[in-house]
Structures are given as C-alpha cells and as structure tokens.
C-alpha cells in the first residue's frame, strides 16, 4: 500500500461495547471494521500463531507488538486483495489496535487517523467487570472468565493503551459517554466523528456526550 489508509480509531476498555459500535461503524457505506481481537480469534488456534496468541490472551496481557502489527498487516492486505477494504475509497474503522505506544510508531507510516474516538466507561469498572463476565458466558471467551483475568486487561488498558489515545492531537480526538444505551453511544460516536459539526446540529444531546477536541466545541470537556 502506496498511500496512507484513513482510518477512525476506537479505543476503549474491554468490555466497554467497542466491538458493537465498530461492527455498527462498518456497515455504513464506505466505512469498514477491523477488529485486531477478531484477526487473532480467526488463526487456527493449533498453529503457532494461534499458540502464541493464546498463551498471552488467556493472562489477559498484550501479544508481542511485531507479531501484532506483522499479522495485522497481513489480514489487511488480504482485505485489500479480495476488495473487502477499498484503501482509495474507505475509511478502515479499527478497534484494537494500537493498543501500546509502540504499535502507534509501528503503524503509523501507514495511516493517517482522521478521528480517534474513545468510549469511557471509567467511571464504573465494575460494570465492566460484570459486562465482561456475561460475554465469558456467551461467547465462550477464555480471557473474559476469570476476574483476576479481566481486571489486569482492565489495567493494561489504562496504563498502555490511554497514553496512546492521548498522543493524537486534540483537534481530532473524541470521548463519548459508554455508560448509555448502545444507541446514544453510536449517536455520539457518529458525531464525535462528523466533529466539526456541531452536536445539536446532528441532533445530539451535549449534555449526554462528552465532548473534546471537536472544534466548534471549543475542545470543552464535558460530563
Ligand atoms: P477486548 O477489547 O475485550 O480486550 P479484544 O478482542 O480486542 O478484546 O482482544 C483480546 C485479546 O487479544 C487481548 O487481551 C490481547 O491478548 C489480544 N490482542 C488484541 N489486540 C491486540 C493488540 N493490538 N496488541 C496485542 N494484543 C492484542
């Protein structure tokens, strides 16, 4: 790939609901969801790969940052290949990844990040804790099922993956409330992403969002 992908980052802390925003993102004409927690679920887990990735998923820890982002390319290539992402035309919706500061410097001589959105949920970690062992539940998930599992996820999240949300610039950097229904999350999300419009204009509620670095806001953060 010649040309810098654009791309719409989703950050958030497991079990925050990025996952269900990304996927309603991606059906929208022209954009197209990437989850890196999905790349590494579909690698026969009998590989290697598969062996490496299960080894660091179930202590609930990152995967080795090469290994991530050579992987990830390799699926996005394929994407490309086979016309699911269209680089000239669509913007790549990517939730997982980067996770770390080394996975930004990594995959930053391919993207330009138009927006990066993030949904807090940091106001209630218990919610996330119960959220999260629920999903173990339903989707089998070996690293959603154990609490001590999930809450050092819930720590690797705040201590490598918010620094990097805090190194975009702020003029294209959202936060969005996750403690709504998935449905006000979506409607904040698509305005965190139109940004320069302004929140009443797209028929959003201010009060509900929490708004910064959208520049007719004033980059003003609100609860
Ligand atoms: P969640 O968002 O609930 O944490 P994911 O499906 O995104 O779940 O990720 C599940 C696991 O996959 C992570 O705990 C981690 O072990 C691995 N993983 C996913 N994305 C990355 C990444 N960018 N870098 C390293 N490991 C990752």
Same mark, same amino acid.
């Given at each position: 790939m010649a040309k810098k992908i654009k791309v719409i980052l989703l950050f958030g802390a497991p079990g925050c609901g990025k996952g269900t925003q990304g996927r309603m993102l991606g059906m929208l004409p022209g954009y197209v969801h990437l989850a890196c927690g999905d790349v590494f679920r579909g690698i026969d887990q009998r590989s290697e790969l598969g062996r490496i990735f299960s080894e660091y998923s179930t202590k609930g820890l990152l995967v080795p940052d090469e290994f991530t982002v050579r992987l990830w390319r390799e699926h996005l290539n394929d994407m490309v290949a086979t016309g699911r992402f269209k680089p000239d035309r669509d913007v790549l919706v990517l939730d997982g990844i980067p996770r770390n500061m080394q996975q930004a410097k990594l995959l930053k001589p391919f993207m330009q990040v138009i927006r990066a959105v993030e949904i807090r949920? #940091?106001? #209630?970690p218990e919610q996330l804790v119960a959220r999260l062992r629920s999903r173990a539940l339903k989707e089998g998930r070996a690293d959603d099922a154990q609490e001590g599992i999930i809450r050092r996820r819930l720590e690797v999240y705040e201590k490598e993956t918010t620094p990097v949300v805090g190194s975009y610039p702020k003029g294209i950097r959202a936060e969005v409330n996750g403690l709504q229904s998935p449905m006000e999350v979506a409607r904040d999300i698509v305005c965190g992403i139109l940004g320069c419009m302004l929140p009443s204009e797209a028929g959003c509620r201010r009060t509900d969002a929490i708004w910064r670095g959208c520049p007719r806001s004033g980059g003003k953060k609100k609860a």
């Amino acid at each position: 790939m010649a040309k810098k992908i654009k791309v719409i980052l989703l950050f958030g802390a497991p079990g925050c609901g990025k996952g269900t925003q990304g996927r309603m993102l991606g059906m929208l004409p022209g954009y197209v969801h990437l989850a890196c927690g999905d790349v590494f679920r579909g690698i026969d887990q009998r590989s290697e790969l598969g062996r490496i990735f299960s080894e660091y998923s179930t202590k609930g820890l990152l995967v080795p940052d090469e290994f991530t982002v050579r992987l990830w390319r390799e699926h996005l290539n394929d994407m490309v290949a086979t016309g699911r992402f269209k680089p000239d035309r669509d913007v790549l919706v990517l939730d997982g990844i980067p996770r770390n500061m080394q996975q930004a410097k990594l995959l930053k001589p391919f993207m330009q990040v138009i927006r990066a959105v993030e949904i807090r949920t #940091d106001r #209630d970690p218990e919610q996330l804790v119960a959220r999260l062992r629920s999903r173990a539940l339903k989707e089998g998930r070996a690293d959603d099922a154990q609490e001590g599992i999930i809450r050092r996820r819930l720590e690797v999240y705040e201590k490598e993956t918010t620094p990097v949300v805090g190194s975009y610039p702020k003029g294209i950097r959202a936060e969005v409330n996750g403690l709504q229904s998935p449905m006000e999350v979506a409607r904040d999300i698509v305005c965190g992403i139109l940004g320069c419009m302004l929140p009443s204009e797209a028929g959003c509620r201010r009060t509900d969002a929490i708004w910064r670095g959208c520049p007719r806001s004033g980059g003003k953060k609100k609860a």
